[in-house]
């Protein structure tokens, strides 16, 4: 793999891991675009994750302190133990499917992606409109039934097109949440899920293989993810603070969706 192929990729995952418009929807549309792809590509998409891992990291380091403070010196455990809810759904379903889902070409499928983006990216414009449970202040007010049900629609975004963060947040907003919140408890959600995702895929004796042949332009990719999505939880958060909306979002996941629907058509 050439160098710009790597950043291209890692650009790809770190502005998408957090901008609400799904990472592995994009990282399949640009596969599709190289055309044939190696057999051992999947490896260099499961390692770019420690990029996007790393700047949650970074970027949530003193709320992780908190949270650890809470937890062994204040002895609060009501946010610890409604992220641990959220991820458990996701967690599992990722757990027993994956090897279902690599192996199932409705998982990779272009039309899988379009009708997911463009489902998804409805659902952002008309959000507003729809029935909400009683506002929360934040997210520290989550109760377990809600933290449940935000990991419940999180397990929808293992089809590539519906966006972990996308349908995490869309799933916040119903709950109560305003948007910035259920950014701000999405992409917190998300530090132990690639905490998770990443140490499985290390503990391959393949993948380090891959790694170690590839540790150049894996270190790259990393990086340009790393710094694209320290870029992009900033951009989100702020955006989302100001607005309070994800139309934005929403419209562009649907543009995107006829713009692949077209292309698959006329290709036809």
Known sequence: MTIIIAIILG??????????VSSSGHLEIFGQIMGPRPADFHYFLELINIGTLLALIIYYRKR??????DIFINHNYKLALNVIITCIPAGLAGLLLSHFIED???????????????IVGLIMIIIDKLPHLSKLKSEKE????????????QTFALIPGVSRSGS?????????????SSADYSFLVSIPLMLAVC?????????REYLFANLGTL???????FV????????????????????????????LAILILITLLIQS
């Open 219 to 225: 270190a790259v990719a990393n990086i340009i993810a």
């Open 228 to 255: 694209s999505g320290l870029l992009a939880i900033s951009f989100v958060l702020k955006y989302l603070k100001k607005s309070n909306s994800l139309k934005a979002f929403g419209f562009y996941r649907v543009i």
């Open 168 to 180: 995490t947040i869309v799933a916040g907003r119903l709950v109560g949440l305003d948007s910035e």
């Open 104 to 118: 199932t070409p409705f998982f990779s499928s272009l039309y899988t992606v379009a009708i997911a983006m463009g």
């Open 142 to 153: 989550l109760t377990k039934p809600r933290a449940l049900a935000i990991g419940l629609a």
């Open 64 to 69: 992780i302190l908190q949270i650890l403070k």
């Open 11 to 20: 650009l790809i995952q770190g502005l998408t891991e957090f901008i609400p």
């Open 199 to 207: 140490g499985k895929t290390l503990l391959s004796s393949s993948t």
